[in-house]
């Protein structure tokens, strides 16, 4: 079992920036694929960025390109989530969540665990 914690969310003006992090426990966290994904009100939950065990792939949304950066720190077991040039539809709930098999990490059905989100606002 691996339990994850998010956290770094708030209220931020369009434009602005926040850094989300994620601490997991509980397992070997260099052996999990981290994914961010994130659900806003009456929407389906989309993913946002990835990162392989070691870091050497990510993957993000087009929406996010260039705007998110997704790294981690394996020594700190803690995933994070670079958003600049916040804009107001990136509002939502944002959830990390832990994989441990190889398969396409743009699908939220392929991860094993899940944080319980950490709430984004960003104002216009």
């Known amino acids: 079992q691996v339990y994850m914690v998010e956290s770094g969310g708030g209220l931020v003006e369009a434009g602005g920036s926040l850094r989300l992090s994620c601490a997991a426990s509980?397992?070997?966290?260099?052996?999990?694929?981290m994914g961010w994904f994130r659900q806003a009100p009456g929407k389906e939950r989309e993913f946002v960025a990835a990162i392989t065990r070691i870091g050497n792939s990510k993957y993000y949304a087009d929406s996010m390109k260039g705007r998110f950066t997704i790294y981690r720190d394996n020594a700190q077991n803690t995933v994070y989530l670079q958003m600049n040039s916040l804009k107001p539809e990136d509002t939502a709930v944002y959830y990390c969540?832990?994989?441990?098999?190889?398969?396409?990490?743009?699908?939220?059905?392929?991860?094993?665990?899940w944080g319980q989100g950490t709430q984004v606002t960003v104002s216009s």
């Open positions: 969540a832990a994989e441990r098999s190889p398969s396409d990490p743009r699908f939220s059905y392929g991860y094993d665990y």
């Open positions: 509980g397992g070997t966290f260099s052996m999990y694929t």
